[in-house]
C-alpha cells in the first residue's frame, strides 16, 4: 500500500534557485530514499536515509528526516534544467523489505 | 555497478494476447526482484515480489494468473501479461534487491500499450 505523500504535486522554478519537496509517511520505517524519474524513464536513486540519521547531502541534494513527526524532506540547490523530473519518496518501514512509494512531486526548472 | 535492464523498452500488442517482459540484473545476483506498474503521473504501486526458485508473492488485487511472474535465476525474472486487456496498458518496471543488502536498483521500465 502507499504510504508516502509529497507535497507539493507540483513545483515550477527558475534556474538557479532551490526546490523543497516534502514527504510524509505513516508508519514506523528503517530507511526512506529519494528517486528521480525522467518523463517515461526509469528511476533514479537519488539518496538513502536511515531512520537513525537526521540530515544527508550528496551533492546539491541535501535530505532531512524527522521521525518524531514522520515527515522528510528534500531540497535541491542551484536547481539546472536537467533536474526538471519527477521526485518521489519510497519509505522501507519496519519489518517489511517492500519499498512504499509517495505520489510524487513533478518539478520543473524554467531556463 | 548495480544495473538493471528492462526488455523490451516499448511494445505494443493486441487484446488477448500474451505479452512477456524480461528483468535482468547485469552484474550482480538478486534474490529478490520487485515489479510495479505505474499509471501516466502516478506513482509506482508494487505488484508482486518475486524470489529465485520460488512462487512470487502478490499484492492485494493482483491477479496472479493475469501477470504471471517468474524467477527462474538469480539475474532473471519475467511477468507475462497474459491475455492483455487495454485496462494493462501501462509503464512495468521492475527492481532488484542484492544479495548483500536490502537497496533496490530499477531498471528502465516498459511501456506496454494494447490495441
Known amino acids: 500500500s502507499q504510504q508516502g505523500e509529497e507535497d507539493p504535486q507540483a513545483l515550477s522554478i527558475q534556474e538557479g534557485e532551490n526546490a523543497t519537496m516534502n514527504c510524509s509517511y505513516k508508519t514506523s520505517i528503517n530507511n526512506l530514499q529519494w528517486y528521480r524519474q525522467n518523463s517515461g524513464r526509469g528511476l533514479v536513486h537519488l539518496i538513502l536515509i536511515r531512520s537513525n540519521e537526521r540530515e544527508k547531502h550528496s551533492g546539491r541534494l541535501r535530505v532531512t528526516l524527522d521521525t518524531s513527526k514522520k515527515s522528510s524532506s528534500l531540497l535541491i540547490t542551484a536547481s539546472r534544467a536537467a533536474d526538471t523530473a519527477s521526485y518521489f519518496c519510497?519509505?522501507?518501514?519496519?519489518?517489511?523489505?517492500?519499498?512504499?512509494f509517495g505520489a510524487g512531486t513533478t518539478v520543473t526548472v524554467r531556463a | 555497478g548495480a544495473v538493471v535492464s528492462q526488455h523490451p523498452s516499448r511494445v505494443i500488442c493486441k487484446s488477448g494476447t500474451s505479452v512477456k517482459i524480461e528483468c535482468r540484473s547485469l552484474d550482480f545476483q538478486a534474490t529478490t526482484m520487485f515489479w510495479y506498474r505505474q499509471f501516466p503521473k502516478k506513482s509506482l504501486m508494487l505488484m508482486a515480489t518475486?524470489?529465485?526458485?520460488?512462487?512470487?508473492?502478490?499484492e492485494q488485487g493482483v491477479e496472479k494468473d493475469k501477470f504471471l511472474i517468474n524467477h527462474a535465476s538469480l539475474t532473471l525474472s519475467t511477468l507475462t501479461v497474459t491475455s492483455a486487456h487495454p485496462e494493462d496498458s501501462s509503464f512495468y518496471i521492475c527492481?532488484?534487491?542484492?544479495?548483500?543488502?536490502?537497496?533496490?536498483?530499477f531498471g528502465p521500465g516498459t511501456r506496454l500499450t494494447v490495441t
Open positions: 518475486s524470489n529465485e526458485g520460488s512462487k512470487a508473492t502478490y
Open positions: 527492481s532488484a534487491e542484492t544479495v548483500s543488502s536490502y537497496e533496490q536498483y
Open positions: 519510497a519509505t522501507d518501514p519496519a519489518g517489511d523489505y517492500k519499498l512504499s
